[in-house]
T-cell receptor, first 116, second 115 residues
Framework: DTGVSQNPRHKITKRGQNVTFRCDPI?????LYWYRQTLGQGPEFLTY????????KSRLLSDRFSAERPKGSFSTLEIQRTEQGDSAMYLC??????????????FGEGSRLTVL | AQTVTQSQPEMSVQEAETVTLSCTYD???????LFWYKQPPSRQMILVIR??????QNATENRFSVNFQKAAKSFSLKISDSQLGDAAMYFC????????????FGTGTRLKVLA
């Protein structure tokens, strides 16, 4: 069964506060991704996990951002000292299927961040 | 680095008509995958159709088909018999064969379907 649950769905915070988003795949998937989507743009890659190892980070992921995937199941994305430019939809996705040519990227519904 | 370009920010189509969404990409790789994703308003992104670059034949999925021109690095999506439920943002995406399976997305095309 394929599914990705993201929480919270919407977070409103004041500039300078810390926020954390959580991604829970329904079943075990080795590959997990975080993307950011701003208004009118396509998803932009932030980071990639293979099991619990964070193997790639985008330059978009400043030192205020940290992501973890303990035990290779759920993942968290924390943003410290939020800025208004962090306002976006944060999407979690998993790669389904064991084969490269048959698998696909499956997205959660996203966590929308609004920084006031 | 690979890039994906969607030059049509918005398109409109009459219900039951056909519309084509454009996508171009740039890569130095010879083998890769291309995708079209649909994102309805306030809903999650879902895969519409995929194309393997090594396949000459264009992919089709019911009312959705692609026109893949490898030499021109063009990958357009044709939606036939458009339905109101097709209204959404459509994103073209590229993925390398190996590595992290990271997807690179275009900026999207908003499709409006007129009744």
């Amino acid at each position: 069964d394929t599914g990705v649950s993201q929480n919270p769905r919407h977070k409103i915070t004041k500039r300078g506060q810390n926020v954390t988003f959580r991604c829970d795949p329904i079943s075990e998937h080795n590959r997990l991704y975080w993307y950011r989507q701003t208004l009118g743009q396509g998803p932009e890659f932030l980071t990639y996990f293979q099991n619990e190892a964070q193997l790639e980070k985008s330059r978009l992921l400043s030192d205020r951002f940290s992501a973890e995937r303990p035990k290779g199941s759920f993942s968290t994305l924390e943003i410290q000292r939020t800025e208004q430019g962090d306002s976006a939809m944060y999407l979690c996705a998993i790669f389904t299927g064991g084969q490269a040519f048959t698998g696909e990227l499956f997205f959660g519904e996203g966590s929308r961040l609004t920084v006031l | 680095a690979q890039t994906v370009t969607q030059s049509q920010p918005e398109m409109s189509v009459q219900e039951a008509e056909t519309v084509t969404l454009s996508c171009t990409y740039d890569t130095s790789e010879s083998d890769y995958y291309l995708f079209w994703y649909k994102q309805p308003p306030s809903r999650q992104m879902i895969l519409v159709i995929r194309q393997e670059a090594y396949k000459q034949q264009n992919a089709t999925e019911n009312r959705f088909s692609v026109n893949f021109q490898k030499a021109a690095k063009s990958f357009s999506l044709k939606i036939s018999d458009s339905q109101l439920g097709d209204a959404a943002m459509y994103f073209c995406a590229y993925r390398s064969v190996g590595g992290t399976y990271k997807y690179i997305f275009g900026t999207g095309t908003r499709l409006k379907v007129l009744a």
